[in-house]
């Protein structure tokens, strides 16, 4: 659909001063994708850092001892706590490290089922709200106009779908990314980073907007 200005007999009944535009409601969208983006790729960046040990400071060895590395320090103390337990500790924190991460794996499909069919139904229902109305778009939309009550409505759903199938995929990637900091299993990292792009491919615009509303306008 071409943007362009609403005639007058387009605009009348239509526009209402002050309410909804294309533009803001896809500008919102994008600064609220940048933050949901962002904070994955710095939560990895962090997770990564400590998965690689680079924040353990040297132990100071006294007298006498040997010198040990940080890892050997963290390692002593877990073996420790699993002999006192017993082997059924060390085969249940065996057991979890394996079947964890087959987890993250699972969480991230559902997660990206859910992020596609969420929102489909999400715009379905929003078109059909609108369709009960028995409005109709104007054929040549500005995106910069204030929209009618309705047509607010309209918009700011179709946007909610998207930022909700955000929020899905970056809830998988957070609970992928815990999982590699618990299990230490670096190609967590991978549905993480998917998470991040599906987020980030799904960025709001306002030539998507557009199309979207161009079968209302010929409805």
């Not at 005639?7 to 600064?31: C, L, M, W």
């Not at 850092?49 to 050997?72: K, N, Y």
């Not at 609970?175 to 299993?185: A, H, M």
């Not at 709001?204 to 557009?210: C, D, H, I, N, V």
């Amino acid at each position: 659909m071409s943007s362009g200005n609403f005639s007058g007999e387009q605009f009348a009944g239509f526009a209402n001063p002050g309410g909804v535009t294309i533009k803001s409601a896809v500008r919102t969208g994008q600064f609220i994708t940048l933050a949901l983006a962002k904070g994955v790729i710095f939560f990895a960046a962090i997770v990564l850092f400590l998965s690689w040990g680079e924040v353990a400071g040297p132990v100071v060895p006294r007298a006498g001892d040997a010198a040990m590395a940080p890892g050997d320090v963290i390692g002593d103390g877990i073996n420790d706590g699993i002999d006192r337990e017993g082997p059924d500790a060390a085969k249940r924190q065996s057991t979890s490290e394996n079947w964890l991460p087959w987890i993250g794996i699972a969480v991230f499909v559902v997660a990206a089922t859910a992020g596609v069919v969420a929102p489909a139904v999400m715009r379905s229902w929003a078109i059909h709200n609108f369709q009960q109305t028995c409005q109709q778009l104007p054929m040549s939309i500005d995106p910069a106009m204030p929209l009618s009550h309705d047509a607010g409505q309209l918009v700011t759903r179709l946007m909610a779908s998207t930022l909700i199938s955000q929020a899905i995929f970056e809830g998988a990637g957070f609970l992928n990314l815990v999982l590699l900091l618990v299990t230490g299993q670096i190609f967590l990292v991978v549905p993480a980073l998917l998470a991040v792009f599906a987020i980030v491919v799904q960025c709001p615009r306002t030539s998507t907007m557009l199309d979207r509303l161009e079968p209302l306008a010929r409805a």
